[in-house]
């Protein structure tokens, strides 16, 4: 695609539901990263992929959280059993080549909101 | 660990005038990389300008360049000839040498306001 899609764009969950997060990385690319941003913050760190392997989650918050991309292309973040300090922007990035150094491109972000 | 920090949480520029944002890191690593992001309203980070820790060279893009102090390690950026357009959030982040370590680390930003 000519982008990083994300999807949905906005989900609003009960506190205690399971939620998924669909990121379509750039056609080809290699690198998949997963970030959180709560409200007026940078970006953090959760988990990387290099193809379907998942070669860094040591951003993931607690065991609710869970990241894969089975086939190397698409990947998707669930969050089980929902609570209000999830509540952020899930944004999702990939890049060409597994290689220090090489752009990163990042979707517009998934706003997850828990009430 | 590395950390990335911003200290100046708002700015605001006249429209065509210039300004500098301020950026310092802390790594104990000799190789590495410095980008500035660009973040508006929609939330898509945009890669502003990057810099390899190996170039004495300062990087610029158009109106954008960086003041890049390996040894006090800072990275600032300056934007010339200010524009409505370039309000936004701006992040300072910092990436690692080599594949393991190229997650990005982010400071916690600044608010860049553009008077008309």
């Known amino acids: 695609g000519a982008g990083v899609s994300q999807s949905p764009r906005y989900k609003v969950a009960k506190r205690g539901q399971d939620v998924a997060l669909r990121c379509d990385p750039i056609s080809g690319h290699v690198s998949l990263f997963w970030y959180q941003q709560a409200l007026g913050q940078g970006p953090e760190f959760l988990t990387y992929?290099?193809?379907?392997?998942?070669?860094?989650k040591s951003g993931l918050p607690s065991d609710r959280f869970f990241a894969e991309r089975p086939e190397g292309s698409v990947s998707t973040l669930k969050i089980q059993r929902t609570q209000q300090e999830d509540s952020a922007v899930y944004l999702c990035?990939?890049?060409?080549?597994?290689?220090?150094?090489?752009?990163?491109?990042f979707g517009e972000g998934s706003w997850l909101t828990v009430v | 660990a590395q950390t990335v920090t911003q200290s100046q949480p708002e700015m605001s520029v006249q429209e065509a005038e210039t300004v500098t944002l301020s950026c310092t890191y802390d790594t104990s690593e000799s190789d590495y990389y410095l980008f500035w992001y660009k973040q508006p309203p929609s939330r898509q980070m945009i890669l502003v300008i990057r810099q390899e820790a190996y170039k004495q060279q300062n990087a610029t893009e158009n109106r954008f360049s960086v003041n890049f102090q390996k040894a006090a390690k800072s990275f600032s950026l300056k934007i010339s000839d200010s524009q409505l357009g370039d309000a936004a959030m701006y992040f300072c982040a910092y990436m690692g040498w080599g594949g393991a370590n190229s997650k990005l680390t982010f400071g916690k930003g600044i608010t860049l306001s553009v008077r008309p």
């Open positions: 990035a990939s890049s060409s080549q597994a290689l220090s150094g090489n752009t990163i491109y």
């Open positions: 992929f290099q193809n379907e392997a998942q070669l860094d």
